[in-house]
């Protein structure tokens, strides 16, 4: 067995390959290693090109596992000028070409130059390497990567490595494991999390609380209260932890306290010897940390020097760029106790719930964790603590978050949406010069037959040299293999990842725009790898970032986060340090849907036109608009590398209040009213209103020149066209004002959560201005309006969120008026947030119209593409989550049917809301024979109905909670209400509906229903109802029996997928009146309404004699038979499976007959009917053979 500490301390040698092998790899895999006596070259060796990065591979050693698995252990040294980060391309090249499919490789990566650091890397190809082991699909190579050396912890993968010895068997599930980035994301969240909450706890029980952060807590406040009073202390903490966490990557850098100004020697524990040299007490935030932030990374100094409590002179860089600005709480002194940074005593001890005393401080925790500043992509893990996983611990401690709908998307989530918009975006504008296509024709014919192939697309045409289709830029972009296309191609591309605008309206950690900046960073470095242009890696990432990127988030520490990810980004292809770029106007704090000024709405017209053509005055305001605009975006573009931030700053903001008061005094002078009306009537009420209106113009310009007066007064308002002018304001773009994407995980508020928080007056002002808004629509719906709108003529959106709008009324004005422009929909699922129990899916729309929609499904990380589907065959209401459903053509068929269920009956809500509390009052238990139907009304909900019987006197009903006590829940076992008081109270349909014959549908989670043919059931909340008059009320036997089959039920769950609940349904009247339904004879409806009789009289009662209590179950095999033959009448006759011409005379019951001769009847037609050789018996037997009903039975294996 190896020993953890033997293994650390070989580990954090300086790279030797005999040494690893015999002190790590001996000791860990024991006889399954083997290790050869010298180093082979590999039999594929580097071409041309790859030798300019590789100087040799060769194969030390074999392993193999106990399991079977072989895998090769490869050293490849790179050349000396190498760094490994700047030349991913080449070694990754080399890579796919070493491993055959299927092979597996442990190897070394060794870079001369850094002796400090090298990369033990598994990888497989040609299979997908996951946590869950080896997946047999197709992809690029998958790396997991330790970091290891003297400058590296090397804890994480000493004690993985211990571990993985004790295992019984080595298998490579376990080695896959061992190399696990989800165990070390966890363990550091959880720990982080904790450290967090002791600082904040720390100065909230503090004399600070009051006398720096003025927060008084009264004696008897909640907890609540509590806690909205200390959120000032929250973000002050999570920013002084944010930046430590910084300094901790830019050390690894070996950046802070280097020797000259070359940083080639920096400390890579830097923060941890400051700690230790200033003699490690209370005072090292209020004498050293303060001085490092505020007065030496935020300040140009002579030679970088800065000078350690030892007296030594070190150089540490300024990095400019906004995170170490001085805000308000940091002008003042602090002091935290030390063991909060620092517990000598208990170094190596986690921190936990049930241990916060004698545990790790937050210094001994970082400490403990590799750093790495490169984010992974799906491809590449390194085992490391990256800024990819900071983004996701500190978008989890954004404030709010839950209550806002935020939730942080998962990586792979995050990649497959920067891709497919990526290739969006280079697929339309390659199509302007270039004919870019991409074959349908395929796709869809699998998911709907050939009956759709009128009008089909398939174009080959030239792009240069070669053809390209859309699946070529998707090629390109995915796996950033650019090898088929010519100079012209590449240097095209190029040129459009130059110039692509993007957006995220909801950045949160700005993973998003990160993930896009990755993309195109990638796919820029092949491009210059094959056109032997010269790499400057950090110099591409800022023209990315200055020129495309653009975020908003209306929660400030979020666009903190989204910044901090952008810098480390930059910091890790710098050689040296240099000021990093101020992302103040890039990415804002703002409200991306309504534009606010001292918490009012302020709604400014930049479309506003002049007046005439010889009004001078308008002239001049275009003139001095366009003017003052020019010098926004100008000046926005010199703060982002500016040094004199304040001044500059003052300039842009004065700019910005300008440029506002010129547009409303504008629109005063063209929409304003200037006298108030005194006339009455309808007109003048208009009158008024605009008067008012421009009343408040005046008073909002006269703010803003109170503020503009006032130079330390802050001016905070965000407006999209004022903000980015250069992307979308009319004025200074023409014509094709908007950004190229829109990408973004929008917040998951509802109506209701909207409503009782108080955004009743949002919400109507959004509704007045969206034309998506309709109905109780979520919030994501206004998102989806205002990034639409803001996308240029050519641009594409994508979004994740709920599922319920592609099905529920509220999404109907989004699904209608966007029909057209729908590119695509993913289904993501439910397992996608780990803290949003939502079933979510993705959505790409395009601005420009298209005739398909293409259907895809996430699962289990990776893609699959379902098919795409003619728009013409959406109808209303253009639902489309049964396109999701693996059974569309089982769905379709059912949709070509000519009737639907309406004609037969009626569907209604058996109430509406007000109607089910008002009942309540009226409610009562009383004994079973006490019910008297001259008297009373049965009262029944959703939970005493079952297939054709209530339950009513049998099952307790649960009857609405207590309003003032929602844990309180009121029950009754026979509940009714007084007849004549009902009719008196309810004087409207509710009391009508119930004195008629009726079918009573549970609508929720099943869709059973019984029958109240005597009008004596008064149903409850949530209950759907089929009405009759008395003369027809023998036509409801015939409808129970089809709604109680299982065919209903299984083409509405497949139909109305985001209706789903609880594997149910919460079924409405419009699914149960536009149930597809094929024409019954007369005779057949006799025949349902005869066994829906029988059933009922059966249920009813207990049946004693053992040889008859399957009767039930049996008639209702019977129905759903009858029902597959009305629905497959070709299918069934090919199979000669038919039910119906074997059913033979069915007797009718009487009002008459007695309970026994009732009975008798059932009997007699059970004992002929289940008679072994009886046709319908046999036929039942078999029927669900044919594939169509064993799908619909849950009997298909691939159902």
């Known amino acids: 067995m190896a020993n953890r500490i033997q293994i650390q301390t070989a580990l954090q040698k300086p790279y030797d390959r005999i040494l690893f092998g015999k002190e790590v790899l001996s000791p860990v895999f024991g006889s399954c290693f083997n290790l050869s006596s010298s180093a082979v070259p590999a039999s594929v060796q580097p071409n041309k090109s790859e030798q300019a990065v590789i100087q040799s591979v060769s194969i030390y050693g074999t392993i193999n596992l106990e399991d079977g698995t072989e895998i090769t252990c490869y050293e490849i040294n790179l050349q000396p000028s190498v760094r490994i980060e ?324 998962p990586k792979e989530i995050v990649h497959y949406m920067c891709q497919e918009s990526l290739t969006e975006y280079l697929t339309t504008h390659l199509s302007k010069e270039y004919t870019v296509y991409k074959e349908i024709g395929n796709a869809q014919v699998e998911l709907f037959g050939n009956e759709t192939k009128t009008g089909q697309l398939k174009m080959v045409e030239q792009l240069g040299d070669k053809a390209l289709n859309r699946d070529d830029v998707a090629f390109i972009v995915k796996h950033k293999d650019i090898s088929h296309l010519t100079k012209a191609q590449l240097k095209k591309i190029d040129v459009l990842l130059d110039t692509v605008k993007i957006c995220d309206p909801a950045i949160g ?168 009306p005194t006339e009455s009537g309808k007109k003048a009420a208009a009158q008024m209103e605009l008067w008012l209106q421009t009343q408040s113009w005046k008073n909002t310009i006269s703010k803003l020149q109170r503020v503009k007066q006032n130079k330390e007064e802050s001016f905070e308002h965000f407006d999209w066209k004022l903000d980015f002018p250069e992307v979308l304001n009319p004025y200074l773009v023409n014509g094709n004002a908007g950004f190229d994407i829109v990408i973004a ?146 769905l379709r068929s059912f949709d070509s049917l000519p009737h639907r269920f309406i004609e037969y009956g009626e569907c209604e809500n058996a109430c509406a809301t007000s109607d089910a509390y008002k009942l309540k009052e009226y409610l009562k238990d009383i004994k079973p024979n006490d019910f008297n139907p001259d008297l009373h009304f049965k009262v029944i909900n959703t939970g005493t109905i079952s297939k054709y019987v209530s339950r009513w006197g049998i099952s307790e009903m649960t009857y609405l909670k207590d309003k003032s006590n929602p844990t309180k829940k009121y029950k009754y076992l026979t509940p009714v209400v007084d007849k004549k008081k009902f009719i008196k109270g309810f004087n409207n349909s509710y009391s009508e509906k119930s004195q008629k014959p009726k079918i009573i549908i549970k609508g929720l989670t099943l869709l059973d229903a019984c029958l109240d043919y005597y009008a004596e059931i008064i149903p409850g909340k949530s209950t759907l109802i089929i009405t009759k008059d008395e003369i027809n009320a023998d036509d409801l036997y015939a409808i129970l029996g089809i709604i109680n089959s299982k065919l209903p039920l299984f083409y509405i769950k497949e139909k109305y997928r985001g209706s789903s609940y609880n594997q149910g349904v919460n079924f409405n009247t419009d699914m149960i009146n536009n149930l597809p339904i094929p024409k019954i004879q007369d005779k057949v409806r006799g025949q349902f309404k005869s066994f829906s009789k029988y059933l009922i009289h059966l249920l009813e009662r207990e049946i004693d004699d053992v040889k008859y209590q399957l009767m ?73 053979s044919i594939p169509e009903i064993a799908i619909i039975e849950g009997k298909n294996e691939n159902n």
């Open 86 to 409: 700047h030349s991913k391309v080449a070694i990754q090249r080399y890579v796919r070409k070493l491993l055959t499919a299927g092979q597996i490789a442990l190897v070394n990566f060794i870079a001369p130059q850094n002796k400090k650091v090298w990369r033990l890397t598994l990888v497989a190809k040609d299979s997908e390497l996951t946590e869950q082991g080896i997946k047999e699909k197709t992809t690029h190579a998958k790396r997991y990567t330790y970091l290891l050396g003297p400058s590296e912890t090397c804890k994480t993968a000493a004690e993985r490595f211990e571990s993985l010895s004790t295992e019984k068997q080595i298998t490579f599930q376990a080695l896959v494991n061992a190399f696990s980035v989800e165990k070390l994301s966890k363990a550091f969240f959880d720990e982080y999390t904790l450290h967090y909450q002791k600082f904040c706890d720390y100065l909230q029980e503090s004399n600070f609380r009051k006398s720096v952060f003025k927060i008084t807590i009264p004696a008897n406040a909640t907890k609540e209260e509590k806690d909205k009073a200390c959120k000032p202390i929250r973000d002050f903490v999570k920013k002084l932890l944010g930046r430590i966490v910084f300094l901790y990557f830019v050390q690894k850098k070996g950046w802070m306290g280097a020797s000259d100004t070359q940083y080639k020697d920096g400390l890579t524990d830097f923060i941890k010897q400051l700690f230790k040299q200033s003699g490690g007490n209370d005072a090292f935030y209020s004498t050293w940390l303060t001085v490092l932030f505020f007065e030496t990374l935020n300040k140009e100094r002579n030679n970088d020097d800065f000078k350690m409590p030892d007296g030594k002179k070190v150089k540490v860089p300024f990095l400019n760029g906004g995170l170490f600005d001085k805000e308000d709480h940091d002008e003042h002194i602090l002091t935290f106790k030390s063991k909060l940074f620092h517990h000598p005593d208990f170094e190596d001890t986690l921190l936990t719930e049930k241990n916060k005393d004698n545990a790790r401080g937050f210094l001994d925790f970082l400490d403990a964790f590799n750093f790495t500043v490169h984010e992974d992509s799906p491809d590449d893990h390194t085992v490391a603590v990256d800024p990819e996983m900071l983004g996701h611990i500190f978008e989890n401690l954004l404030e709010d978050n839950k209550d806002k709908g935020a939730f942080y998307t």
């Open 509 to 676: 950690s700005g993973a998003f725009p990160m993930g896009l900046l990755q993309e195109i960073h990638a796919i820029k470095e092949v491009i210059a790898y094959e056109l032997q242009q010269t790499w400057k890696p950090a110099d591409v990432k800022e023209n990315i970032i200055q020129n495309s990127v653009y975020g908003v988030d209306i929660e400030k520490g979020a666009v903190d986060i989204a910044r901090l990810r952008f810098w480390l980004s930059l910091v890790v292809d710098e050689e040296k340090p240099r000021a990093l770029p101020n992302l103040d106007y890039k990415i804002v704090v703002g409200d991306s849907l309504v534009s606010k000024f001292e918490d009012e709405i302020i709604e400014i017209d930049w479309e506003i036109k002049e007046g005439t053509q010889g009004n001078l005055f308008g002239n001049e305001n275009v003139l001095k608009r366009q003017a003052l605009l020019k010098k926004i975006t100008a000046k926005q573009s010199e703060y982002f590398h500016a040094t004199n931030k304040k001044k500059l700053a003052a300039e842009i903001r004065n700019l910005k209040i300008d440029i506002l008061i010129n547009q409303l005094e504008l629109m005063i002078n063209t929409k304003g009213l200037e006298k108030k």
């Open 745 to 890: 995980n929008p917040p998951y508020i509802d109506s209701e959560t909207m409503v009782s928080t108080g955004q009743d007056e949002l919400r109507e002002y959004l509704s007045s201005k969206m034309s998506f808004c309709k109905g109780n629509w979520d919030i994501y719906i206004a998102f989806f309006d205002m990034g639409f709108h803001f996308l240029n003529q050519n641009g594409n959106l994508v979004y994740i969120t709920p599922d319920k709008w592609i099905s529920k009324p509220f999404g109907y004005e989004l699904r209608k008026q966007l029909k057209k422009n729908f590119n695509k929909i993913a289904e993501a699922g439910r397992k996608v947030f780990q803290t949003a129990k939502v079933d979510s899916i993705i959505t790409f729309i395009n601005k420009a119209e298209s005739d398909y929609l293409g259907i895809d499904k996430f699962s289990d990380n990776s893609i699959q593409n379902l098919g795409n589907i003619l728009k013409s065959n959406l109808t209303e209401p253009f639902a489309f989550d049964w396109l999701f459903s693996p059974h569309v053509d089982l």
């Open 1112 to 1184: 039930p179950t049996y008639f209702e095999q019977i129905i759903d038979g009858m029902v597959y033959e009305l629905y497959f009448p070709e299918l069934i006759k090919k199979h000669k499976r038919e039910i119906i011409q074997h059913l033979g005379e069915l007797p009718e019951f009487t009002d008459k007959m007695s309970d026994g001769q009732k009975m008798k009847i059932c009997k007699t037609i059970f004992n002929r009917l289940n008679d072994r050789e009886h046709a319908v018996r046999v036929n039942l037997f078999y029927m669900s």
